[in-house]
């Protein structure tokens, strides 16, 4: 079972409003990922991390950033919410060693952003 | 260019029929991975399965199985005798040699059993 925690689950918020999604990760995992998804639609890689002090950004263009300070914690800011960052943002992490790129990715249960 | 298609976007079935779930992809590597993760309506995606580019052997879990055929990049996912609790966003996903750990996902697939 995967021990990846998401916070908060839900959020209604007002445009202007400064927003962190909180993640974190208790199975020691290098490798840290932030999706984005709207609902019913496919997942869009934003940010990714593969260690402390190690991040990237994703193939989809965002306005957040995010910072890899302990190894089990990725949280993801939004400085100035608006309401095209309505979605749903999903966490993943996964390990290095065994099989790297065939590493199983393991999801959060993912907070459901809304900005009014 | 999309790496993974799942061009079902959308199933229906009545519950007890078999059903398949396409999932096409694209790669120049000679070492990757296929996956298959169900999103329930909780929105939490759990994996299901994994497989290597080495290893064609299809697979049998429970009342899944999954067919992998390199010749036609295809990755397939059957449920056998579907049941509602099977109702469900189904992704498929590629991962590279090349690109590290970094997931390719498909579109997803709308399972919708009805009993």
């Known amino acids: 079972e995967a021990d990846i925690y998401q916070t908060p689950r839900y959020l209604v918020i007002g445009t202007g409003k400064k927003i962190t999604l909180e993640c974190s990760q208790t199975?020691?995992?290098?490798?840290m990922y932030w999706y984005q998804q709207d609902p019913g639609m496919e997942l869009h890689l934003i940010h990714y991390?593969?260690?402390?002090?190690?991040?990237e950004k994703g193939d989809l263009s965002s306005e957040s950033t995010v910072s890899r300070i302990r190894t089990e914690h990725f949280p993801l800011t939004l400085e100035s919410a608006r309401p095209s960052h309505t979605s749903q943002y999903l966490c993943?992490?996964?390990?290095?060693?065994?099989?790297?790129?065939?590493?199983?990715?393991?999801f959060g249960p993912g907070t459901r952003l809304t900005v009014l | 260019a999309q790496k993974v298609t799942q061009a079902q976007t959308e199933i229906s079935v009545v519950e007890k029929e078999d059903v398949t779930l396409d999932c096409v992809y694209e790669?120049?590597?000679?070492?990757?991975?296929l996956f298959w993760y169900k999103q329930p309506p909780s929105g939490e995606l759990v994996f299901l399965i994994r497989?290597?580019?080495?290893?064609?052997q299809n697979e049998i879990s429970g009342r899944y199985s999954w067919n992998f055929q390199k010749s036609t990049s295809s990755f397939n996912f059957t449920i056998t005798a579907s049941q509602v609790v099977d109702s469900a966003v189904y992704f498929c996903?590629?991962?590279?040699?090349?690109?590290?750990?970094?997931?390719?996902f498909g579109t997803g697939t709308s399972l919708t059993v009805i009993p």
């Open positions: 497989r290597n580019s080495f290893d064609e």
């Open positions: 790669t120049r590597d000679t070492t990757y991975y």
């Open positions: 993943a992490s996964s390990e290095s060693l065994g099989q790297g790129p065939g590493n199983e990715q393991f």
């Open positions: 996903a590629l991962s590279e040699v090349n690109t590290g750990n970094q997931f390719y």
């Open positions: 991390s593969y260690g402390v002090n190690s991040t």
């Open positions: 199975m020691g995992h290098d490798k």
